[in-house]
């Protein structure tokens, strides 16, 4: 069964890209532990964008790839290294660092292909979604929501990002622990909601 998953990766305080990634099931050897491995079930860049375009029906998107470490489940026995596919997870298990290749989706472009996606499973339909990127979809909708409602203060300083006000009450106790196994983030808080509207400051109320 494949996977879409994906996350926001801040560069610094104004500027990143969402990162969008597939997993699929590949038949693999067992590696040596203590390495940091390509991820066996990652799909391949023409692989990620004809699902995406042809079987998904998503539409063509930016071709520009990168790569990032991300810590997944894995089992480790000995001097043997075996990842876990999400779809089987074992309770038993490791989370180890994986060098993940996925596309990179600027502001403008992630917005248009957050919106393509559904908010919510319809008849199972949408199992092909990871829970780090389904985070994002509602996030997506969120920040145009704020923007429709006039939820921002403009600034007259061109090198300033808006800021916005956010009612945030519990909505980012529901993110994903996955979204803090991106080792790019070092720990921080992953979801800078803003950076998707060209990171306008967020001032919660």
């Not at 993940?100 to 092909?128: C, H, K, M, Y």
């Amino acid at each position: 069964m494949a996977l879409l998953h994906g996350t926001w990766i801040p560069k610094n305080q104004t500027q990143g890209y969402l990162f969008i990634w597939g997993e699929v099931w590949h038949r693999f050897e067992p590696l040596v532990a203590h390495q940091i491995h390509p991820y066996p079930f990652t799909m391949a860049g023409d692989e990620l964008i004809n699902w995406l375009d042809h079987s998904l029906n998503l539409g063509a998107v930016p071709t520009q790839f990168t790569s990032q470490l991300l810590s997944l489940p894995s089992i480790i026995e000995k001097d043997t290294l075996q990842p876990q596919h999400s779809t089987y997870p074992t309770d038993d298990y490791s989370l180890y660092p994986w060098h993940i290749s996925g596309l990179v989706l600027q502001p403008a472009d992630a917005i248009l292909f957050l919106n393509r996606l559904p908010l919510s499973p319809l008849n199972g339909e949408t199992t092909w979604l990871g829970d780090d990127l389904r985070f994002w979809i509602h996030m997506g909708r969120w920040c145009l929501d704020l923007l429709s409602r006039g939820q921002f203060l403009p600034t007259l300083d061109t090198d300033s990002s808006p800021m916005v006000l956010l009612p945030i009450g519990n909505r980012f106790s529901t993110a994903p622990l996955t979204l803090l196994a991106y080792s790019s983030l070092n720990g921080k808080c992953p979801w800078c909601v803003g950076c998707m509207l060209h990171s306008p400051t967020l001032i919660p109320w």
